[in-house]
């Protein structure tokens, strides 16, 4: 992809398509979230990067359908007010699709807690975005392997060769536990 920005949209296109079965490129959102029982729902920290709420817009989401996840005093998602959150969606009929953990947030550089929240994301059907253009790539380093611990979860993934490994712009590596899958969403 040319930024993580495009990465983030088509992994939130890649959730709805999931959580409606297709039915939303085939016959429109309106249609498939109607099938599906009410709004399809996409759960970020504040402290996420701008690309999620304006990626979930152009999916279709619609920004009032983005949920702001509480953070803890490390500027990280709290994962006890996203599973609140989707308990609390659940009862009042709309429908928990996806979920954006960042590894490096753009203001403070904070790393959401991927082992916690990965196995929320799982039990709860949700597509995990792993949004970790600024600090994925220093993952490299054996001693910052850490920041990703517990993105065996993910659905997706992003991260940004031109932010650290001297790779011109526009360089951002996509990748989906399911190639099918986004092959179908985007074919």
Not at 47 to 53: F, N, T
Not at 174 to 185: I, S
Request: glycine share 8%; charged share 15%.
């Amino acid at each position: 992809h040319d930024t993580a920005s495009t990465a983030t949209f088509c992994a939130l296109v890649c959730a709805r398509e999931r959580a409606t079965g297709f039915a939303a490129n085939a016959e429109g959102l309106g249609a498939a979230t109607a099938a599906t029982g009410g709004a399809l729902r996409v759960y970020a920290s504040r402290e996420a990067h701008s690309s999620v709420l304006k990626g979930a817009r152009l999916a279709g989401f619609g920004a009032a359908n983005v949920v702001s996840v509480a953070i803890d005093a490390q500027r990280r998602l709290d994962p006890a007010d996203l599973e609140r959150l989707i308990a609390a969606d659940r009862a009042a009929g709309k429908v928990p699709c996806a979920v954006v953990a960042t590894v490096g947030t753009t203001g403070c550089t904070a790393v959401d807690p991927l082992a916690s929240i990965g196995p929320l994301a799982r039990r709860h059907g949700l597509w995990l975005h792993v949004d970790a253009a600024l600090a994925g790539a220093a993952a490299i380093l054996p001693s910052m392997r850490w920041l990703l611990d517990g993105v065996g979860h993910a659905d997706s993934l992003v991260f940004n060769p031109h932010k650290w490994l001297l790779v011109n712009f526009d360089c951002s590596a996509f990748y989906v536990r399911a190639p099918d899958h986004l092959q179908r969403t985007m074919a």
